[in-house]
């Protein structure tokens, strides 16, 4: 992903101060306890100055510490793996795509169960949010909470609506099924070659191996508006013989490939990673991307012309049949390593950090690139829903207030193992690159996903 310029958080900060004298402690300190957290970077300066204010706010309502360590996404996961491996862990995890790492970590009973913690909100946590924070454990061969949600995501469309008119075109008359809405597009590559811009492509279509993240989403997301949404089902079962998966999976390549080799999309995204796209869409090196969060806006937030005026969002259109199809949803948040020295303090903080008014001045002051996993807090906060902003409301819409789903890797370990090896994208890469036949490459995938999904029974 890019960064941004830092926007004055002040205004968030102030809030969150004067809430951490309304917000109550869970815990009797008889003396001050310290936690040791280790905090995913974000995106933007702002949300980690959010996170610091939630610190201080609960610092000041327990009397306890936060001792915190905020580093870069992958340095997060590299150093979690070897600290969950060595028992030399934190008292508390704080990650923004802990589906990466969690579902494993949960299946072989390294992480202390959070229940008493998701509790306190559970009545009011989207019930996706709550899907994303339960885990099989097969040591105890019982699904329970791993993970304290505090906020939600998924992936919209991103486009340059400026362009869209220099082709000629309306976005208003965009196609509400998904080929057809992708489609769409393809015509004003020809027409903005014409005024010019002789390198812009149609689509960011990340058909990438190397991601992992941005190339799955996009696939799984045309897996289920081709009919494929159960290719995992909630009891964790991969549904590998199924015809309407498999149909899936090969509408979803054919399709892929045919903008890939129609000159639709940049030749060198089969080895994008999970920055590329968007540098490249804010080169306008081509007119549309489907991608996580509103991290693409928000990094021209100071760009009033550029956010305001040229770029659009716009949510998911209906699945091919014509029925409306759930955004994929992931959720971030808190978890605990067992063995974890102070795991009561990071109870208590993430009680603290999960009460509605709390999570929601956190989000805000992260510039809304996360939704809270509270839905009645974006209904009544007008932040979420203002109309003076171009792209938030759509976002919200989308991300928690449509359809969802969490993702797979909530449903079994196995499919976070799917995706780290790119089986989905690879099929694409198999057909462009190495000859294959789409329905050869959809056996191939379907294999290896069989034998991945052998080594975890919920027996």
């Given amino acids: 992903m890019v960064n941004m310029s830092r926007r004055s958080a002040i205004a968030g900060s102030v809030g969150m101060a004067a809430m951490g004298t309304l917000a109550r402690p869970y815990i009797a300190n008889a003396a001050a306890k ?40 992958m340095a997060l996961n590299q150093k979690a793996v070897s600290a969950m ?13 802990p589906a990466t790492i969690l579902p494993q970590f949960a299946w072989n009973d390294t992480l202390m169960d959070v229940t008493d913690v998701v509790d306190t909100q559970k009545t009011k946590l989207s019930s996706t949010a709550l899907g994303c924070a339960s885990y099989y454990n097969k040591v105890k061969k019982a699904r329970s909470f791993y993970l304290c949600p505090v906020k939600q995501a ?6 340059w609506g400026d362009l869209v008119t220099k082709a000629g075109f309306k976005l208003s008359d965009a196609p509400k099924t998904w080929d ?16 010019g811009m002789r390198r812009i492509y149609s689509l960011g279509l990340q058909v990438t191996t190397v991601g992992p993240n941005d190339g799955n989403g996009v696939f799984v997301a045309f897996m289920i508006a081709n009919g494929g949404a159960d290719i995992v089902t909630k009891d964790g079962k991969l549904q590998s013989s199924d015809p309407k998966v498999r149909d899936a999976m090969l509408k979803t390549i054919t399709y892929m490939v045919d903008a890939y080799n129609g000159g639709f999309v940049p030749p060198e995204a089969l080895s ?20 996580g969060t509103l991290s693409t806006e928000l990094a021209m937030y100071k760009d009033k012309k550029v956010y305001l005026e040229e770029m659009a969002v716009m949510g998911l259109p209906n699945g091919n049949d014509g029925k409306p199809i759930p955004a994929v949803v992931g959720a971030g ?21 999960m009460q509605p008014a709390v999570m929601d001045e956190n989000l805000k002051g992260g510039l809304g690139r996360w939704v ?17 902003d171009p792209h938030r409301p759509t976002y919200v819409q989308e991300a928690v207030l449509g359809p969802t789903i969490p993702s797979y890797a909530a449903f079994n370990p196995a499919w976070g193992q799917v995706e780290a090896e790119q089986l989905l994208t690879q099929t694409v890469a198999d057909v462009v690159k190495n000859g294959m ?9 379907l294999k290896r996903a069989d034998a991945i999904f052998s080594k975890f029974s919920f027996e």
């Fill in 372 to 388: 809270p996993a509270i839905p009645e807090l974006v209904k009544s906060d007008p932040f979420w829903l203002d109309p003076k």
């Fill in 180 to 195: 057809a809405f992708w489609d769409f597009f393809k015509p004003m590559q020809k027409a903005l070659r014409a005024k």
């Fill in 272 to 291: 994008w990673n999970d920055a590329d796209d968007n540098n490249a869409y804010h080169e306008k090196l081509f007119l549309m991307d489907f991608d």
């Fill in 154 to 159: 998924c992936a919209p469309f991103h486009i």
């Fill in 34 to 73: 310290t936690a040791t957290v280790w905090q995913v970077q974000g995106f933007f300066p702002e949300e980690d100055a959010a996170f610091r204010a939630t610190v201080a706010g609960y610092e000041k309502a327990s009397g306890n510490k936060i001792e915190y360590s905020i580093m870069p996404f």
């Fill in 333 to 353: 948040g808190g978890f605990i390593p067992k063995g974890a020295k102070n795991a009561d303090t990071s109870k208590d903080f993430m009680k603290y950090f």
């Fill in 85 to 97: 491996t060595s028992g030399d862990v934190p008292d508390l995890i704080f990650h923004d795509a």
């Fill in 437 to 445: 036949k789409p329905q050869q490459a959809v056996d191939k995938a």
